[in-house]
Structures are given as C-alpha cells and as structure tokens.
C-alpha cells in the first residue's frame, strides 16, 4: 500500500509561516497538496511535477505558498508564508502517477492529513 505521510503542521499565528512536509515511498510521482476545512469540501492548493520544474498553484496562496521537491528523499514541500486565519484547514498530501495533477480524482494516494491552524 502506497501511502505518502505529511509532517509540519501546527498553530501559528497570522503572518506567520509553516513547512509541510510529505514524504513518499517507491517510485516517483508527481505531488500535489489539498486542503480542507470544516464544513467546506477539500480543495486543491498546490501541485507540483515529478521532475520538479512545473508547479502550479490555487489563486488564494498564490504569492505566498512555494510547492518544492527533494528528488533524492523524494520529499515534497510546501512552505506557507504569510498565514492567515482563512488557511486553518487540514491539509493532505496526495500522489499522482499522471506528469502533474490539479484535481481530486487525477491523484491515486493520499496521505492521512497534518492540521494546519493560524489565530488572528
């Protein structure tokens, strides 16, 4: 069973930053991250190649979230920047074996989800 795990969540305050980390095993897939926060469905915030060179973002972290990969520990990142309370959400990390995925259903694994809170 393939199963990415996430690390790096916790409670900061807005303005402040966190790194998420998702580390996967076996083979190298493109990685995305997706978020959800109660009461809302889960949504999609950034994703990026399994070469690591094409990334793409949702327009609310636009600017202050960077998507990144290490090939060797084939970990990705997501560095958030300049929190704010509407990010609170859990956020999931989830592989895909197509080049780069955007959506839910074009990703075959998912992590078990850090929570991710910022207080105003």
């Known amino acids: 069973q393939v199963q990415p795990v996430e690390s790096g969540g916790g409670l900061v305050q807005a303005g402040g930053s966190l790194r998420l980390s998702c580390a996967a095993s076996g083979r190298t897939y493109a990685m995305g991250w997706f978020r959800q926060a109660p009461g809302r469905e889960r949504e999609f915030v950034a994703a990026i190649n399994w070469r690591g060179d094409s990334t793409y973002y949702a327009d609310p972290v636009k600017g202050r979230f960077t998507i990144s990969r290490d090939g060797a520990k084939n970990t990705v990142y997501l560095q958030m920047n300049s929190l704010k309370p509407e990010d609170t959400a859990v956020y999931y990390c989830?592989?895909?074996?197509?080049?780069?995925?955007?959506?839910?259903?074009?990703?075959?694994?998912w992590g078990q989800g850090t929570q991710v809170a910022v207080s105003s």
């Open positions: 989830a592989l895909s074996r197509r080049n780069i995925a955007t959506t839910m259903r074009e990703y075959d694994y």
